[in-house]
């Protein structure tokens, strides 16, 4: 075989525009997912197509990729990419049910099972015909005289039985990859460790460069060690140039954990002080469910950030929950204050009471569609006179008057703890 494999450059061009199309895929998690199934399958049909040229070589193969610069997956997606285009449809069956993205650990997983194991337990006996045409006789010495005769006889036909045995497939483990010479990770605390977690040569060269440049490499570099010290790291192929959680949350969902860039300070801050240590305090259910992960984190983060903050009220304040919801104290990103609230609750308040006494009121949906037909006028009048500043409160307030009727509509026997009405009409 030589050192260089020549193929069409049909061949080239095909193989790169599949490559292309699947870094695409990867980078753009919300694509409709029969085009991302789709363009996995492509992909591996190209590559077993390439590699098949190459005669089974796999280092042939291996140097064309690095030649054609058609090298982008590491060893282990190449290989199960492979594997899926020698079954291709099982291969759409499993992707089209699953949730996983990374086609390692959808062929290890969940297709390689699925292929029919060959029953090696008893030797298997294959029968083999003896030959009857053409045979030669051996020299007949019994002739008195003259030259010995050579005939073609006809043996009676048997039949030779031969066992084949199926030797158990040879079980080896490698050795841990070595550290090269040069690589930057020896620089780095636990750096062989890291560098055999992360698999593809890309995201590793993008995490060190970020690590060792960046001004908060070192915080990036502990999230890293605090990952793989918990579980939530193990091995990872993924291929990325943004240095995001989903390195440190490989099995999330990919939208979800391309949220957050490291290379952010303020995303770099909010994973350090906020998700990850609620990721730790909820290890366990993450490990068993991380396709959960953005549910389990969001309600413990949101159980925390309300106790501190309900803890934190100044005196002649209370907490306000209405229909399950809290209110007060608001979470970070509202933008209302404690008068806005309490004007707003004492009002729906007041009108589902009122409403909830009459004989049409008695059904849930017409009382929430009344209270928000109730504001209505207002806040057409409060947009068409008021100034800006004094229109944005108001409209607040109606806002929140519409809100609380939907909280009403979805979930009428949540728990509610109203704020204190004033003990004299004009004294908050």
């Known amino acids: 075989m030589p050192n260089t494999i020549t193929m069409p450059g049909l061949r080239v061009r095909q193989l790169r525009q599949a490559l292309d199309e699947w ?6 998690w919300n694509e409709v997912n029969s085009t991302r199934i789709e363009k996995m399958l492509a992909l591996a049909v190209e590559l077993k197509a390439a590699r098949d040229e190459c005669e089974g070589d796999d280092s042939a193969f291996g140097r064309w990729l690095l030649a054609t610069g058609c090298d982008d997956l590491g060893k282990n997606d190449r290989l199960a990419l492979i594997r899926m285009g020698e079954n291709i449809e099982l291969s759409r069956q499993v992707l089209e049910a699953t949730n996983r993205h990374s086609p390692r650990y959808i062929w290890d997983n969940e ?13 298997a006996s294959t029968e083999i015909p003896f030959p009857t045409q053409g045979m030669v006789s051996p020299v007949d010495v019994s002739e008195p005289e003259g030259r010995a005769e050579v005939r073609t ?3 009676v036909p048997r039949t030779v039985t031969v066992e084949v045995r199926t030797p158990p497939p040879l079980q080896r483990t490698l050795p841990p ?4 010479s040069r690589s930057p990770y020896r620089e780095l605390d636990r750096g062989a460790e890291v560098y055999r977690a992360i698999t593809h040569r890309n995201t590793r060269y993008h995490l060190a460069q970020v690590t060792l440049d960046e001004d908060g490499g070192p915080w990036i570099w502990a999230l890293v060690l605090s990952a793989i010290d918990n579980g939530f790291l193990t091995t990872t192929d993924i291929h990325t140039r943004r240095i995001t959680t989903r390195l440190l949350f490989p099995d999330a969902p990919e939208e979800w954990a391309n949220r957050w860039d490291l290379t952010s300070p303020p995303a770099l801050r ?3 002080e906020t998700l990850m240590p609620a990721a730790i305090a909820c290890r366990d259910a993450i490990l068993a469910n991380p396709r959960q992960i953005a549910a389990i984190t969001n309600d413990y983060i949101a159980a925390q950030v309300s106790e501190r903050a309900v803890q934190a009220l100044p005196p002649g304040e209370v907490e306000i929950v209405v229909f399950g919801e809290r209110l007060w104290p608001p979470a970070p990103q509202d933008t209302y204050d404690y008068d806005q609230v309490r004007a707003a609750v004492w009002t729906f308040r007041d009108l589902n009471t009122w409403l909830e006494t009459s004989i049409v009121g008695r059904e849930v949906p017409f009382r929430a569609l009344t209270i928000r037909m109730h504001t209505k ?3 057409e009048y409060v947009i068409r006179s008021l100034r800006s500043e004094d229109r944005y409160r108001m409209l607040k ?12 509509e979805a979930n009428p026997e949540g728990e509610c703890k109203w704020p204190p009405f004033p003990a004299a009409e004009g004294q908050w």
């Open 111 to 123: 297709i390689r099972p699925r292929l029919a194991p060959v029953d090696v337990s008893e030797p």
């Open 397 to 408: 307030v109606y806002g929140l008057i519409d809100h609380c009727s939907q909280l009403l």
């Open 23 to 28: 870094n695409e895929a990867n980078e753009a």
């Open 270 to 272: 909010y994973v350090q």
């Open 177 to 180: 990859r070595p550290l090269p």
């Open 377 to 379: 006028w207002y806040g």
């Open 153 to 155: 006889i006809s043996p």
